[in-house]
Each structure stands twice: as C-alpha cells, then as structure tokens.
C-alpha cells in the first residue's frame, strides 16, 4: 500500500461549491504540507503543520484552509471554488530533522 | 524570500547523451537544495540532495553540482535512458530545523531511443 493517499484522484465541481480534499499518511511523520501545482509554476506552498495543533500559512494560502484530524490525516478545503483554483494538489509529508519530503500521488481539480 | 530559477523547461536528448539542468537561487541563507522527479500521474520523488558545504554529490548516473558563489546548482544524469523521461524540479531553502521548500518551474526531460 501507498505511504501517502490522497482522495479524491480526480475532481470537478462548479464555482462557489465548498470541496476537501484529503490526504493520509502511514509513515508516522509528524509533518505534512499541501502544495499546489501549476504549468509552468512549479509547486508552491500551501499550507504545512509540524503536528497536530501547529498549522501554518505558506505561499498561497488565500481561498484555502486546512484542518489536521490526526498525526496521520490532513485535510484541505477550498470554501467557494473559483476556476483559477484549478491545478493538481499535492499532499506531502516529512520527518523533524530529515531531508525527504514524501509526496502523494496528487488530485487533480478543475472547477467549471 | 528565496527564488528559484530553472532552465530550460523542456530538454529533449537521444538515449544515451548526457543532460544537464541548471537552477539559480537568490537567497545566500539557502542552505540545501533538492532535486525532484515526477513521473506521468505520479507525486514527485526525492532523486538527489546536496547541501551547502558540499560542491559536489553523485549517486551512480545522477550528479549535482552547486557554485555558492555564483548561487546556482545543476543536476547532471549521465547515459540517459529512456526511463529517465520526467519532469525535474529543483527546490532550495534556508535550512533553519523545517523544510520550506521552493521549487523551481521544473524541466521537462525526453529521451528517444
């Protein structure tokens, strides 16, 4: 099995629709990011949370929030979708004081 | 904050040459710098790292290489084979106990057979 899952795979939902997207990890990391990925953009940095009770803001937070159910579970939501939120969403995670950061296999999002 | 320049963002070579991917960074507290790839419908992959005190690091047909002064680094893969088709990204940040990654726009590599 996967170390880090995401669902869905694969979404399309309408502008001003509320949507979550959820990862889930069996490494037992402490850390986890969301990233956003666009053509030509690269990754760029959502939100990340050293545990459970520390979340914090990255790059491009506006139009996002985050919820960490869990040490394994990390959630990102998008309250009203607008197109320009389309992209392929990245969860990832990584151990205190190690290098890797382990990423899922990503969703991919289209908001008409 | 850090900024991250990659060229060329697509490279395509003949089974067997030599590529070579080149970033820029602008932020001298970068520290560690990590190349990444992606293949087709999958989550990009730790390939190789280095870290600042290093100029140079390989790992069988991979290689990277990072000039502090000039604050740039490459990612070298020797005896391209076909599977080394991908999408590389490199990242740099500050190492300060957490990994705030930024990641360049990432390189589209083809290799013909």
């Known amino acids: 099995d996967a170390d880090v899952t995401q669902t869905p795979r694969n979404r399309i939902t309408k502008t001003g629709k509320r949507i979550m997207l959820e990862c889930s990890q069996t490494k037992g990391h402490d850390r986890m990011y969301w990233y956003r990925q666009d053509p030509g953009l690269g990754l760029r940095l959502i939100y990340y949370?050293?545990?459970?009770?520390?979340?914090n803001k990255g790059e491009i937070s506006d139009g996002y929030s985050v919820s960490r159910q869990a040490q394994a579970k990390f959630s990102l939501s998008l309250e009203s979708a607008i197109p320009n939120q389309t992209a392929l969403y990245f969860c990832?995670?990584?151990?205190?004081?190690?290098?890797?950061?382990?990423f899922g296999p990503g969703t991919r999002l289209t908001v008409l | 904050g850090e900024n991250v320049e990659q060229h060329p963002s697509t490279l395509s070579v003949q089974e067997g040459d030599s590529a070579v991917i080149k970033c820029t960074y602008s932020?001298?507290?970068?520290?560690?710098f990590p190349w990444y790839k992606q293949e087709l419908g999958k989550g990009p992959q730790l390939i190789i790292d280095?870290?600042?005190?290093?100029g140079e690091k390989k790992d069988q047909r991979i290689a990277v290489t990072l000039n502090k002064t000039a604050k740039h680094f490459s990612l070298h893969i020797t005896e391209t084979q076909p599977e080394d088709s991908a999408v590389y990204f490199c990242a740099a940040t500050p190492w300060t106990g957490f990994q705030k990654l930024v990641f360049g726009t990432g390189t589209r590599l083809l290799v013909s057979p």
């Open positions: 990832a995670t990584s151990d205190p004081g190690l290098d890797t950061q382990y």
């Open positions: 949370s050293f545990d459970v009770k520390d979340i």
């Open positions: 932020d001298s507290a970068s520290n560690y």
């Open positions: 280095i870290r600042s005190n290093v």
